[in-house]
Nanobody, 124 residues
Framework: QVQLVESGGGLVQAGGSLRLSCAASGRTFSSYVMGWFRQAPGKEREVVAVISLRGSRTYYADSVKGRFTISRDNAKNTVFLPMNSLKPEDTAVYSC?????????????????WGQGTQVTVSP
């Protein structure tokens, strides 16, 4: 199993930046595909970005391409999400998630482990 703890959320003005981190417990972090998802009030959870086991493959939602970058450090059991040029529509609770296997997927139902989430609020 793996336990996930997010950090780095907060309040920022539009155009600003934040860097989310997700620290994982356990010694098999490199066995998990990692994803960032978000959920805004009244909306369904949606994928933000996903990264493969060694970081060679990534997936981004169209809405964040060119602004967000997912990366991972397997030696430190951590996945990162620097977010630039933030927009008010990026406001949501951001959660990291982990899934066993090699498939890079945007489907949240395939992720078996979730962090508690961190709030990101972007003011106009």
């Amino acid at each position: 199993q793996v336990q996930l703890v997010e950090s780095g959320g907060g309040l920022v003005q539009a155009g600003g930046s934040l860097r989310l981190s997700c620290a994982a417990s356990g010694r098999t972090f490199s066995s998990y595909v990692m994803g960032w998802f978000r959920q805004a009030p009244g909306k369904e959870r949606e994928v933000v970005a996903v990264i493969s086991l060694r970081g060679s493959r990534t997936y981004y939602a169209d809405s964040v391409k060119g602004r967000f970058t997912i990366s991972r450090d397997n030696a430190k059991n951590t996945v990162f999400l620097p977010m630039n040029s933030l927009k008010p529509e990026d406001t949501a609770v951001y959660s990291c998630a982990a899934k066993l296997g090699v498939e890079v997927t945007a489907n949240p139902d395939e992720y078996g482990y979730w962090g508690q989430g961190t709030q990101v609020t972007v003011s106009p």
